[in-house]
Structures are given as structure tokens and as C-alpha cells.
């Protein structure tokens, strides 16, 4: 699971946003059915072990980002507005496992799902420098990340500007709970909503 999530973190990086920001402006990436693509020029998204650029399609494992922008036609780079990140460099050789990503790219699509029924004014966005999928309502984060040091499986979260006190909060960056523990969509969409309501009535954690 972790080598498919850090090289599907660099692709996201290297080849969709950083090529993006450099064309159009924004690293902002969005979740489409069965994995996540740009949301301006170029117009390019993975599809679970795959990279699409037009009518090509180019496997993700055993590639590096330089060879599948190249395939694509544009530059591995990623966007200097950001300190966190996959850590994947341009030459690094990808090790995608189509079952893991499999289940990381439907958490996302889950995710998706549930933050629209949940926020349906709201834009989840893909972030790449965090590889997470979020929104961000009355100073408080929602989302789902495909796992990190944390948590190294996909998982959805909730995490308040200002910190909370309370049972509800079980990490330093307010909640999670592991995306297999959801078992369904209504659970997903409870989490949130409960989420809201504790960072709503939740006193703030005192420094």
C-alpha cells in the first residue's frame, strides 16, 4: 500500500499539478471516476493504474514521472508553493499495485461522494501536497486522505482550525477514522456530520 500511495502522490504531483500550475495557474486537482485529473490545461488524469493524456494510455508502474509527462507531452516538475510532498523525484521508478490503488482511489471517490452530500456548495479538492481530498467549512477541515505517517491507509478526517477538547478528537490534528471502519456511504456521511457538531459545541483546547 505505501509504495502505490507515494508513487500515486508523485504522479499527482509531477505530472498533473506541477505541469498544470506552470500552464494554468493552480495545483488544484479533481476526483473523476476511477482516479483524479487536472482541472485545467493540460488535460491529463490517472484512471486507477494509468495515465490518460487524449486517446494514450501509459501504465503507471514501472515508469518514472519524467517518462510519463514525456508520454503526455509536457515537463515533471513539481510546484514551488509548497514544502510537504511525496518526496518522489522525477526519475524514480513507480510502483503501482492495481489493487491497492484500486482502494485508494475509491476512498477518494467515496470521499467525493459523501463531502458533496455533505457541503453541496462546497468544491472537494484533491491537494497534491498532501496527496487529501478536502474542504474546509467554518475553520474546520473535512476530508479524506489516502494515508500518510499517520496512518498508513486511507482514512477520513475532520480537523478544526483551533483545536477542540473532547472524547471526539482522537489525534493531534483533531479526528480520523480508517476508511475500512466506514463500512458505508451513510457512515462516511455521519462522520462528518458529527464532526460539525462537536466542532460546534466542542469548547476550544486552551494552549
Not at 40 to 56: I, K, Y
Not at 112 to 121: S, T
Request: proline share 6%; with cysteine.
Amino acid at each position: 500500500m505505501g509504495t502505490t500511495r507515494r508513487s500515486l502522490h508523485g504522479v499527482a504531483e509531477l505530472v498533473l499539478a506541477g505541469p498544470q500550475y506552470r500552464e494554468s495557474g493552480t495545483i488544484r486537482l479533481r476526483i473523476v471516476p476511477g482516479g483524479f485529473a487536472t482541472v485545467g490545461a493540460p488535460e491529463l488524469r490517472v484512471n486507477v493504474t494509468e495515465l490518460v493524456a487524449g486517446d494514450r494510455a501509459v501504465p503507471l508502474n514501472g515508469s518514472t514521472c519524467r517518462e510519463l509527462a514525456t508520454a503526455a507531452g509536457t515537463e515533471a516538475e513539481a510546484a514551488d508553493v509548497y514544502a510537504d510532498g511525496s518526496g518522489v523525484g522525477p526519475d524514480d521508478t513507480l510502483g503501482v499495485d492495481a489493487e491497492a490503488a484500486a482502494h485508494i482511489l475509491e476512498s477518494f471517490g467515496r470521499g467525493q461522494e459523501a463531502l458533496v452530500r455533505f457541503m453541496p456548495d462546497a468544491t472537494p479538492v484533491l491537494w497534491p501536497e498532501h496527496f487529501d481530498l478536502g474542504i474546509s467549512v467554518d475553520e474546520v477541515n473535512y476530508g479524506v486522505s489516502a494515508g500518510d505517517t499517520y496512518l498508513g491507509e486511507p482514512y477520513a478526517y475532520a480537523g478544526p482550525w483551533k483545536a477542540r477538547q473532547g472524547a471526539f478528537w482522537n489525534t493531534p490534528f483533531g479526528a480520523a477514522h480508517p476508511m475500512r471502519l466506514l463500512a458505508d456511504d451513510r457512515a462516511l456521511l455521519d462522520f462528518f456530520e458529527e464532526a460539525r457538531e462537536r466542532a460546534a459545541q466542542d469548547p476550544v483546547e486552551r494552549s
